[in-house]
């Protein structure tokens, strides 16, 4: 069920937007195609349009080297973000076993599912309720921006609603969202405003890039909320609300999240937007879109993308080619001083250098710090980034380190776009069951969103926001870099 009875302010849909705008509670931008789920109010019965399906079989694959990761994402696997030791994982279909066995892997089926494949069927759609959800309670594109513009009508004092730029459907005319984010804090005159030398130091977190990974969204939503409706009851937050300003997009990649709630009950499993330019139709082992996550303009095109356009990891025909990208560097340049001055990858940033900078992703159970391009380099803040990585990973169970160190080679990525071009101190949580609760997978019960994950990331966040006044004089937490490199 939604967790949150009140009900949004209405306004009226505005037209495009041709810039960043501020207001205090923004309109809603309702999309067209591809539709959301069905629309319902939350606890209501769910239905599941009835669409084609596909067998998806995720498979565990054991590696015995270094490059095994890397050989399985060149070979065109869609290597999902697990791992169980020396064990990775492969997302597929019942043939992709074969594959795997003709490259000398020797799989075992970890879980079999039926799919949804995306489909152009109307489908009922709300007016933007925050209470419009789909498989048990999670929220759709509309909800998100729905409680966005309620928790800014409600606390004006505290929030403010940012539209930064439009998502690829939207600037083609064929529906798709604005793009939305929201600075919370206890407002000062000046604060909240897109210039790069704030007074108040800026913690910044963002959610489903992959919009898959539909735990990372709803843990922005609690993250906004726990902020607004603990200041004055919490010490902690009351204390973080007074000193650092908060932003938040919980939707990153809202096309890719509408093609997750056609599926209703069962979320299609939409990993990148929704961007069919580069090939309107890929085979049902594939699917259109770019991997907004591979599509940032640095390291572009290194190890961990692909140049299919049906790949997972499509990274686009170019660096920063995808409006969803674009809009957000263009909003980090707003928030963040480029303080890295230097351009080569052991430049340091000052140490003095505010703010902090979290993109969550599913379902790994891992704290990542640049470079994840590359397990080769090391930042010239590695120390302090591994002690930021440590320490989060001590309050969540997680293991911390560079991508490439403890999963694989990520090239493209926004944290490592923030931290190279802005110097921010920058990571990756990626939200996962690490105590065997039953929550593990991209599409978890919804009752583990309050009942697991909110408990295992609030501290975290708590802990994180506290840092962004001087993340790089971070010394505690830190861990060694691991003996096991990958």
Known sequence: MSRNPRKPRRSRRPGKALA???????????????????SAHAGAPRHTPTTAERTVVVYRVPTHGGQDAQKLITSGFDLIERRRGDDLFVMGDPSTAAKLRG??????????????????????????SVNDTYYGGYHTVDAHYAHLDQVAAQHPDMATVVTYGQSWLR?????????????????????????????????????????????????????????????GK????????????MWVVPITNPDGVDIVAQGGDNPILQRKNADDSHGTSCSWTGQVGVDLNRNAGTHWGGAGTSRQPCSEIYLGPKADSEPENAALEGLFKQLYPAVRTGT?????????????????????????????????????NDAALRALAGRLGSLTGYQSGQAGEILYDASGGSDD?????????????????????????????????NDYFWPKLKPALLYAAQQATAPYRTTDGGDERPAHRR
């Open 234 to 245: 919490d010490p902690a937050v009351t204390a973080l609300m007074d000193s650092t300003e």
């Open 20 to 38: 960043i705008t501020v207001t205090g509670a923004t309109a809603l931008a309702l999309a067209a195609l591809p539709p959301t789920a069905s």
């Open 103 to 128: 490259l000398g892997f020797s799989p075992t089926v970890a879980e079999t599912m039926k799919k949804p494949l995306p489909h152009k069927v109307p489908a009922r759609h709300g007016a933007g």
């Open 417 to 449: 776009w923030t931290y190279d071009k802005l110097g921010v101190a920058s990571l990756t949580i990626e939200i996962g069951d690490s105590d065997g609760r039953g929550c593990s997978g991209f599409t978890p019960a919804f009752s583990c969103q």
């Open 344 to 380: 080569g990858d052991s430049d340091p940033a000052p140490d003095t250098a505010k703010g902090l900078m979290i993109s969550l992703h599913s379902d790994a159970s891992m704290v990542l710090l640049p470079w994840e391009a590359d397990r080769r380099i090391h930042t010239g």
């Open 171 to 231: 600037q083609q005319g064929r529906g798709g969202h604005d793009l939305k984010a929201i600075c919370v804090t206890k407002k000062k005159q000046g604060d909240c405003a897109l210039d790069p030398n704030s007074t108040k130091p800026r913690f910044f977190l963002m959610s489903q890039i992959h919009a898959r990974e539909i735990t990372t969204g709803e843990v922005s939503w609690r993250w906004i909320d726990a902020l607004t409706d603990e200041y």
